[in-house]
């Protein structure tokens, strides 16, 4: 399932890129001293052992007063002017603070089609530990031995390195902004009545929801997002236990469907109907839920060189800006050491 989860992912986008489709995501530590800029590039060289989607990356590092210089509302602009060949793997970024020497950031924006946001969040907290540590901590060579992954003819499936050609016209700024809160944590049923309320509220017509179809693979590359639909009227009858019951079901039924799935001409057919699929339920309110990540935050070994303090990212503009028309929107979660922290779209 993994081997095929990929290859529809990497069907599912522009080929060549598209460079409104990067995941651009901001992981926030507290450390005794900054990493410095050698030390990402010892570290990240690990990530490229094997890897058969990526095989080196841009990296800079950057400066600001305070982290209000570096809002969510700027993560787009930063691949347009920082990463000059954005269809030539993926930019990482050291990102530091005038006024507070004690905290860093690990910046990056990955093209969705080879990375989702889940495997973003992770190859950030593995770059940690790799660089606390001095030792690989991403594994992929072991891991894709111990899931007996297929790679051999990955090339094929991947988007080719040249730039887009409409790139002139891509946006710096979201048609959306995003309102962030943090809340006591809670369980899937209670989180799932509260997407409802806003659903309702919004007069929606689908919820969009985006599950990971290997979210406790310790894979840290690839795509394995499902998208599955749940119409309006099953949201309306059903209490939040009963809405992930549904797309828990239609998740069983996906991936039936996905493991027939044989010949590349396939995989290329199945994985070319993705977005149109998705376009042709209007109304879309999308949900993202990364769960509880408390065990990646770094606490479990020398914490005070590096500790998880937020995590900030957003879908790419391809994927999301519909959620800026009527009846539609986007809610991502994430849960940290008890604390939820929602991203809601708002119409700019």
């Known amino acids: 399932m993994v081997d095929k989860m990929i290859r529809?992912?990497?069907?599912?986008?522009?080929?060549p890129l598209n460079v409104t489709e990067f995941i651009p995501a901001l992981s926030t530590y507290s450390v005794e001293e900054p990493f410095s800029?050698?030390?990402f590039r010892g570290a990240v060289s690990h990530y490229f052992d094997e890897n058969p989607l990526f095989s080196k990356?841009?990296?800079?590092?950057?400066?600001?007063?305070d982290p209000e210089e570096f809002?969510?509302?700027?993560f787009q602009g930063v691949v347009l002017d920082e990463y000059p060949n954005y269809y030539d793997g993926f930019l990482l970024m050291s990102v530091t603070y005038k006024s507070n020497p004690k905290i860093q950031g690990i910046f990056t924006a990955f093209p969705m089609s080879m990375q989702d946001g889940y495997r973003c969040f992770r190859f950030h907290q593995a770059l940690m530990s790799t660089m606390k540590t001095g030792k690989d901590q991403f594994r992929?060579?072991?891991?894709?031995?111990?899931?007996?992954?297929?790679t051999a003819?990955?090339?094929?499936y991947l988007?080719?390195?040249?730039?887009?050609v409409d790139e002139d016209d891509a946006p710096r700024i979201m048609p959306w902004e995003l309102r962030e809160t943090v809340e006591p944590g809670l369980k899937i049923g209670p989180h799932l009545d509260m997407v409802k309320a806003e659903f309702l509220r919004r007069s929606s017509g689908n919820l969009l929801v985006m599950k990971n179809a290997s979210y406790a693979s310790d894979l840290h590359f690839g795509n394995h997002l499902m998208y599955l639909i749940v119409p309006s009227e099953v949201v309306a009858r059903s209490s939040g236990a009963q809405i992930r019951d549904y797309y828990k079901a239609q998740a069983v039924e996906t991936e039936k469907a996905i493991a027939l799935l044989e010949t590349p001409e396939e995989l290329v057919t199945a994985g070319e109907a993705v977005m149109p699929g998705i376009i042709s339920h209007p109304r879309r309110f999308g949900v993202n839920n990364y769960g509880d990540v408390s065990r990646y935050d770094g606490s479990d070994f020398s914490s005070t060189k590096g500790t998880l303090l937020k995590y900030q990212w957003h879908m790419p503009y391809a994927v999301s800006r519909g959620a800026a028309t009527e009846g539609s929107g986007m809610h991502m979660t994430y849960t940290l050491n008890g604390k939820a922290h929602h991203f809601l779209t708002q119409r700019r």
Not at 71 to 74: D, G, K, N, T
Not at 159 to 164: D, G, L, R, S, V
Request: charged share 30%; glycine share 0%; aromatic share 6%.
């Open 71 to 74: 809002p969510i509302s700027s």
């Open 8 to 15: 529809l992912n990497l069907m599912s986008f522009s080929r």
């Open 153 to 156: 003819d990955l090339d094929q």
């Open 37 to 39: 800029l050698d030390d």
């Open 159 to 164: 988007p080719e390195k040249k730039p887009f």
């Open 57 to 65: 990356c841009h990296l800079i590092e950057r400066q600001f007063e």
């Open 140 to 150: 992929i060579a072991e891991t894709i031995a111990e899931l007996q992954l297929q």
